[in-house]
């Protein structure tokens, strides 16, 4: 027998034992009017060992998280959402049953209090128990106190259990929280609507990815969950919804990394009348704003890295990057066989139909990216890899558009938007024949979109931002499975749960 095995049949022995004295094990009748937090924060008016004023009784309820017993009294420690506290329970106040049945419950039971306040002699607030309810009887036992819960895929896969032993790992899911609210309240204050767009899309667009596909039996076709929002968010433009947002759940069909998950949050926002540098004024306004929201200062350490997320923030061309980060001669960069012959040196495997614009992408994830550590944006992305962005008027070789970096990841995206459907469908085209026979990746030419596109789309620009990544910066969480509630993994038992493999796009 296992000692899981044997630890739960000893609980439900001892559950058994308590429902044969009477004790009900999972009641329904217990109302707890006090939260713990509420309480502390009367710990300042109550002298050392004085009761509160008898009129006052609190009642509260939540999970025992250590017990001591002792001959006629017991003292343990209850915690609900909003902290814990020290309960006394003694023999002569709850009577000689409730306390013998109450020496049998166990660490990990949730139950329900009502009693007076005092301080012990160490000064610690505590409550008198005058009632005890027990509300659900835990079967299994909590990982032990000091220690929690050490084995980090099974923080992932209990995180039920996580939570419950945790104290950094609740703060860090309430910032979590705490972020997306923030920012709702950021763009509801500067005009933009919050709306919601299809999950299952006929046509999985918005970005180069692998779907995951489903069949809607009713209609007889075939449908797939979104990989982005985008072109429905666009739509809405059309129709005249001058600023919307969305923070919306994506789905892709790839690998699992520390910094990929196949479900994963993305807040996307579009405004007309607007271009890729508006957003990245918005942008650098917004995350200094929440990060001195949620952590008091603009300088933070991620990883061991010091970040300043101050306003001004830096501002290179991808051509710049590749040349004073990456090293990469001007010359090199000018003469296409020369780069390809670079892009071969590195180990860098391309497509047959890729052209200069995939070669300098590959360099700068090769040779940049992860040099980015303070925030930067970096613009003027090949037209070739940017098959919804706007052309630059100067230079129609590359797009209106950037990419935020920090920490050596990439966290944003956006550009001024392409709004000509002519174009439109030109390079929604030219995507399909260099995919070839892969119907995995957005095959289909979205014809409505182009429709929507032909009544006329005011000039615009949009922007994508990882939630999820974003939470890791503020949180300093190494992976975005200690950010997402529920991560995917494996099956249980299954081998590989690590990092499976990175994905071909970001996410």
């Known amino acids: 027998m296992s000692k899981d095995t044997q630890f739960l049949k000893q609980r439900r022995e001892k559950a058994e034992a308590l429902a044969d004295l009477g004790v009900k094990l999972y009641s329904n009748s217990f109302n707890p009017k006090n939260l713990v937090k509420d309480i502390l924060s009367k710990d300042e008016k109550l002298s050392l060992e004085a009761e509160d004023d008898t009129r006052f009784t609190y009642s509260i309820a939540g999970r025992i998280l250590s017990m001591r017993k002792f001959g006629k009294a017991a003292f343990c420690h209850l ?79 209990q995180r039920y259990v996580d939570l419950i032993v945790s104290p950094e790992a609740r703060a860090r899911f309430r910032k979590r929280v705490e972020i997306i609210r923030l920012t709702r309240d950021f763009l509801n204050a500067r005009g933009f609507l919050e709306v919601e767009t299809p999950m299952m899309q006929p046509v999985p667009g918005g970005a180069t990815a692998k779907p995951f596909k489903t069949h809607h039996n009713a209609l007889d076709m075939d449908l797939y969950l979104r990989i982005a929002p985008e072109l429905y968010l666009k739509r809405l433009l059309v129709g005249g919804f001058d600023k ?62 010091q970040v300043n997320l101050a306003p001004p923030w830096n501002r290179l061309t991808r051509h710049e990057a590749l040349i004073d980060i990456g090293k ?62 706007r052309k630059n008027e100067k230079n129609p070789e590359v797009t209106d558009r950037f990419e935020l970096f920090i920490t050596g990841r990439e966290l944003a ?20 024949n260099e995919r070839g026979d892969d119907d995995e990746i957005h095959p289909v030419l979205d014809e409505d979109y182009i429709r ?37 993994l494996k099956p249980e038992g299954a081998s590989g749960n690590k990092d499976i493999k990175k994905p071909s796009t970001s996410s």
Not at 134 to 144: A, F, N, V
Request: contains cysteine.
């Open 79 to 157: 915690a609900d959402s909003s902290g814990q506290i020290q309960v006394y329970v003694k023999k002569e106040t709850v009577g000689e049953e409730i306390f013998t049945t109450f020496k049998k419950w166990d660490i990990g039971d949730i139950v329900g209090i009502e009693g007076k306040l005092f301080k012990t002699k160490t000064g610690e607030l505590s409550i008198a128990a005058e009632k005890l309810v027990m509300i659900s009887k835990s079967l299994r036992p909590l990982p032990e106190k000091w220690h929690g819960l050490t084995d980090v895929e099974t923080r992932y896969r």
């Open 244 to 305: 919307v947002f969305e923070i919306n759940r994506n789905f892709r069909n790839e690998g699992l990394s520390t910094r990929h998950n196949p479900e994963f949050t993305m807040l996307e926002f579009y405004q007309a009348y607007a271009t890729y540098t508006d957003l990245m004024d918005l942008t650098e306004e917004l995350i200094s704003w929440l990060c001195q929201e949620v952590n008091g200062t603009m300088e933070i350490e991620y990883q061991g890295a």
């Open 328 to 389: 990469i001669p001007a010359e090199t960069l000018a003469d296409e066989g020369a780069l390809f012959s670079l892009v071969h040196e590195k180990g860098i495997t391309l497509e047959k139909t890729a052209g200069a614009g995939k070669a300098k992408t590959e360099l700068f994830e090769l040779l940049v990216e992860h040099k980015l550590i303070d925030p930067t944006f970096i613009t003027s992305y090949p037209t070739e890899v940017s098959p919804l962005a």
């Open 413 to 432: 995206n956006a550009f001024s938007e392409l709004n000509d459907p002519t174009d439109q469908r030109l390079r929604f085209e030219k995507q399909i």
């Open 452 to 488: 929507a596109l032909e009544y006329g789309m005011p000039s615009a620009a949009g922007e994508g931002i990882g939630i999820d990544r974003l939470v890791m910066l503020l949180t300093d969480s190494p992976s975005i499975r200690d950010v997402i509630f529920f991560p995917h």
